[in-house]
């Protein structure tokens, strides 16, 4: 077990021995496996000499990525590559191409494979793409396939330039840059300027105060709250300790609840902003600790289901005469507001009914008249809405959506000619023809169609669609008439009530000839009453009233009593 020897136990001189490290030999390390604690690691992304994300990456052979707004001046000054000194021209330098995903991230342009800080990272020297390592490796290397998977160029093994290799980051050490090593300054004039100036310390958001206390800028003495207070009404005074808060020109505040809700006009959703969890879990937002609940905007809160519940009205003027519609916005109001505000917009004028089925159904509202057309008014298919409504295709003249399958609404709506019960559950029902289902619809239902795809042989023209009902606009109305009611009450309320409403603690009604009970009785009125206006013979008379209590005789009985003679 001893170093070198058969002794069972360990020396102290052998276990902090640098000679080598093992449980025979010592604890301690040999000066050149220690590790080393100024290694700094340059992510894959950041340029070499500026160390921020680069915007125009160029690289040189040895794989060293710069950002060609940055390392540009350092060649015109220097000549050489700031990284390893060694002479570098810029005709040396290649131009790399990255490819971004949606969010924003370096991917491989061939498996969209995300590139991360321990991804091997190649690029092509002939054209500049970049790739995987195991993408080039696979597809190019061992298919023996020697063309760019991106541009089909050309190129060879000796082109293939490593950008960062997970098994080597010693290549990516910031400690190891001859620049920093030779504490050369990198920074462009433009940089020094904008070095010197200073920290924009308005775009800092709260860390501006504690830079501000820091330097001592911004300090000024404390305002004087006492000397408020004793100027203030009895009821506006802070009581149990609450401490006033006072703005920045020393005026009094009243106390605030930071846990408080915040309340609003505006309609709210069920659930909060969601505030005051990501400040807990993110130090770069502002801190919330208040639970509001997040405000809906006018079109979220009309197309709650069962809320708007007044019936819309439409007429679709066509070549064959006109048809009216009642729309049903309780059960269906993303369909009815997208049907009325694409009317509105004229988007149906001249559009034809593309599908017309005898004994079925008439199909039109695609501005392509193919069929496959068609946009909503959120310029995206959305929700079905059968699933909370009691209507069902029961009888002719039903209105409902048309559809590619579930939650693929557009634009595009079917009249049926006669009850079809097996589109129940499968299209959204949002209105019914209340006039013209027996003169105008009957006239496009016999109008003559091809044989292939039932398409109308004469076109039967939507010319034009009009709401002249628009259930919500009528259901804004009559909350905004009810609302200025409910103020108007309150404000009356507030004001005493009106003259024949106005009633005493006791709930009698204050009638206007009660000049008594109008006015607010003071007692004391009663006390002035007594002979010579003072208050003493009144208070005297009914002391002499009072008597005291007569005293119970106890009665004698026998027994001991309660012993008050012994």
Not at 88 to 97: A, G, R
Not at 318 to 328: A, I, M, V
Not at 395 to 414: E, I, L, P, W, Y
Request: glycine content about 10%; proline content about 4%.
């Amino acid at each position: 077990m001893g170093k070198g020897t058969d002794k069972l136990y360990i020396t102290h001189s052998e276990w902090s021995s640098d000679a080598a490290y093992s449980a025979s030999a010592g604890a301690g390390l040999s000066a050149a496996n220690k590790t080393d604690t100024t290694f700094k690691r340059l992510p894959f992304n950041f340029c070499a000499v500026s160390l921020q994300p680069f915007t125009t990456p160029v690289c040189t052979a040895d794989g060293t990525i710069f950002d060609i707004d940055n390392v540009l001046p350092w060649l015109h000054k220097h000549g050489t590559n700031p990284v390893s000194g060694k002479p570098l021209k810029v005709d040396e330098l290649v131009k790399l191409k990255f490819v971004k995903n949606e969010q924003g991230e370096y991917v491989d342009p061939v498996t969209f494979k995300v590139f991360t800080d321990n991804s091997h990272i190649v690029a092509i020297k002939s054209s500049g793409n970049v790739f995987g390592h195991d993408t080039v490796e696979r597809l190019n290397v061992k298919a023996k396939m020697w063309r760019d998977l991106v541009s089909d160029e050309d190129f060879g093994r000796k082109d293939i330039i490593t950008l960062q290799d997970p098994h080597n980051v010693e290549a990516r050490n910031l400690s190891s840059f001859k620049y920093i090593q030779d504490g050369v300054r990198t920074l462009t004039a433009e940089q020094e300027r904008e070095k010197a100036a200073g920290v924009n310390k308005v775009a800092l958001g709260n860390a501006a105060r504690v830079l501000k206390s820091k330097n001592g800028e911004g300090t000024s003495p404390k305002p004087q709250v006492g000397k408020y207070i004793s100027q203030m009404d009895p009821e506006t005074k802070p009581s149990n300790g609450t401490v006033m808060k006072t703005s920045s020109d020393g005026v009094p505040k009243p106390p605030q609840s930071h846990t408080s809700r915040i309340t609003s006009n505006k309609p709210t959703a069920v659930h909060t902003t969601g505030r005051a969890a990501a400040s807990l879990t993110s130090t770069g937002l502002t801190p919330h600790t208040s639970n509001a609940l997040a405000e809906l905007s006018q079109e979220e809160y009309l197309l709650k289901s069962k809320r708007v519940k007044q019936k819309g009205y439409a007429t679709i003027k066509s070549n064959h005469g006109d048809l009216t519609l009642e729309l049903y916005p309780e059960n269906a109001p993303k369909a009815v507001w997208n049907f009325v505000k694409l009317s509105k917009k004229g988007y149906y004028n001249g559009v034809i009914f593309h599908r017309n089925i005898k004994n079925f159904m008439l199909q039109g509202g695609d501005p392509t008249g193919t069929g496959r057309g068609g946009s909503s008014i959120w310029n995206k298919a959305f929700a079905d809405e059968w699933a909370q409504s009691p209507l069902s295709h029961d009888t002719r003249g039903v209105v409902s959506m048309a559809n590619k399958g579930k939650d693929t609404n557009t634009s595009q709506f079917f009249i049926t000619y006669r009850q079809c019960s097996h589109l129940n559950r499968k299209h959204t029902i949002f209105g019914r023809v209340v006039a013209g289902a027996d003169t105008t619809l009957t006239a496009i239902e016999n109008v003559e169609v091809s044989d292939s795809d039932k398409r109308p042989m004469e076109d039967v023209v939507m010319e034009e669609v009009n709401v002249f009902v628009d259930p919500f606009e009528e259901f804004l109305k009559d909350k905004g008439k009810e609302e200025e009611d409910k103020r108007a009450k309150e404000e009356l309320r507030k004001a005493g009530g009106a003259e024949d409403e106005r009633v005493t603690w006791t709930g009698k009604r204050i009638r206007s000839g009660d000049d008594d009970e109008i006015g607010i009785p003071t007692v004391g009125k009663y006390f002035g009453k007594g002979a010579g206006g003072g208050t003493g013979e009144a208070l005297e008379e009914w002391e002499e009233a009072v008597q005291e209590p007569v005293k119970k005789k106890v009665r004698g009985g026998g027994g001991f009593g309660n012993f008050d003679g012994w």
